[in-house]
């Protein structure tokens, strides 16, 4: 196995690690200066703490799934770049390199699993003929974890892909199968929900047409006949949600699902809208589409993710688009009024410190959300003080807020700053090599 990820992790030479009584120092200042705006620190570790945050299972093996095809498994996905060596293999190296992310991760979590992720004991399962039984070893392996599931059917990388259609193609026989999948599905995630309590079984197609479409309404309306018959039935305490797009690769010009279109779908039928940070125009402003939605359904799914230039699916930082998301959340105290989840994936670093790097990032966004003095913004903007609502918003970037995450890290028994790194080094030499 290369070294140079090993010495790039190991950075306790160049980063002195953070002590405990530092972070309990600089805390004790930062509360006094946010108490002074009127904000209670403590009570905001508390509730950030309390968010339930679903983790995705692709990032661990880059979207290849553990589908058994002509007696192994098939490598099939979807497209992930990068070749970082050390991916996981199977479901038990997946479950265990979570376990050991699950050690550098603050608050509550669940684990969020697709389709092609059965494990079928090495015979092969067609998707509309899985079962609860087939993910039966996930669902103990997070009942004795404590982690909720949450699930999604796996339309895509199928012989039965027609022309880039599945519900929504034109041929009978292509639809019925997929209906059959979703269905399937929405029964898996049942079996999940009771055991574990809520899951969201999220439906994402890429159906769509390359250029110049000539019938854009023929395949909605295919789909919304497709999604009916997969919806008819009521699965309670399982939460279906409808995941729209803006396009995909070789679907340029035409998205059959796209926001419009599932947003008034949703509503329509009592589903959860799911609005992926990386599925709109880049200058749209995913923030700004909660108070709307939100004022007509009940519930939203956000993944988290982060576009470069188009849908990209890179690993989620503290960028303006998470943290408009998360202000917009706390703002209009809706952060349990939406699933929180993350979607990416990237081969070329280290998956586990992928998974670390985006899964305090969504935690760390709602907790600097859940710091900022808002109430005094809204005083001002009523009050026709532009000039004051200017300065606090400009006041709050210079606000210590790491000071507080880096406390909220101490209090959960996780690390803190950049002290992670070095645990992930030593899991890559352990464990993570030998599968090299």
């Known amino acids: ?18 002590k405990a009584r530092q972070i309990e120092a600089a805390y004790k200042i930062a509360k006094e200066r ?40 098939d490598g099939g996905g979807i497209q ?7 991916a996981a293999r199977n479901g038990d190296e997946i479950r265990a390199d979570f376990d050991f992310a699950l050690t550098l991760l603050p608050g509550t979590w669940k684990f969020n699993l697709h389709a092609m992720y059965a494990e079928t004991g090495g015979k092969r399962v067609d998707r509309n003929e899985l079962t609860p039984r087939h993910f039966a070893r996930w669902i103990d392996w997070a009942a ?67 250029d110049a479409t000539a019938d854009r309404w023929g395949p909605r309306e295919r789909l919304i006949g497709s999604l009916d018959k997969v919806l008819a039935r009521k699965m309670s305490p399982n939460v279906d949600a409808v995941e729209s797009k803006l396009f995909g690769i070789g679907l340029e010009d035409y998205t059959v699902g796209s926001n419009e279109f ?14 992926d940070l990386g599925h709109f125009h880049l200058t749209e402003s995913v923030a700004d589409k909660l108070s709307g939605a939100l004022s007509f359904v009940d519930k939203l799914l956000i993944h988290a993710s982060r576009p470069i230039r ?29 699933y929180w989840a993350l979607d990416f994936f990237d081969a070329s670093i280290n998956r586990v410190a992928a998974w ?57 028994g996780v690390p803190a700053g950049l002290n992670w790194l070095d645990a992930v080094a030593g899991y890559e030499r352990k464990v993570l090599a030998e599968r090299c």
């Open 144 to 210: 004795s974890r404590k982690l909720g599931l949450d699930f999604n059917p796996t339309c895509f990388a199928h012989p039965m892909v027609k022309d880039g259609l599945t519900l929504s193609s034109e041929d009978k026989g292509v639809r019925a199968f997929w209906i059959e999948h979703c269905i399937a599905c929405r029964k898996i995630g049942q079996a999940m929900a009771r055991r574990l309590g809520p899951c969201v079984t999220n439906i994402w197609i890429a159906d769509g047409r390359k």
């Open 1 to 18: 196995m290369a070294t140079k990820g090993m010495s790039a992790l190991a950075m306790g030479a160049a980063v002195a690690p953070l």
């Open 262 to 275: 599932y947003l008034l779908y949703a509503q329509s039928r009592g589903a959860v809208p799911c609005f």
């Open 356 to 412: 670390a790097i985006g899964s305090r990032t969504v935690r760390k966004g709602l907790l600097r959300a859940m710091l900022e003095p808002h109430a005094l913004a809204v005083k001002a903007e009523y009050a026709g003080n532009g000039a004051a609502k200017l300065a606090l918003a400009e006041y709050r970037e210079e606000l210590p807020f790491g000071a507080v995450w880096d406390y909220l890290c101490l209090k959960a």
């Open 80 to 86: 992930a770049t990068g070749n970082y060596p050390g």
């Open 310 to 338: 188009w849908d990209s699916d890179h690993v989620t930082r503290l960028n303006d688009d998470v943290k408009a998301v998360c202000d917009e959340a706390v703002r209009g105290n809706a952060v349990d009024r939406i």
């Open 34 to 73: 946010f108490a002074a705006l009127g904000v209670n620190t403590d009570k905001a570790i508390r509730a950030a703490l309390a968010v339930p945050i679903s983790v995705h299972c692709w990032q661990a093996d880059d979207v290849k799934g553990l589908e058994v095809k002509d007696g192994a498994t």
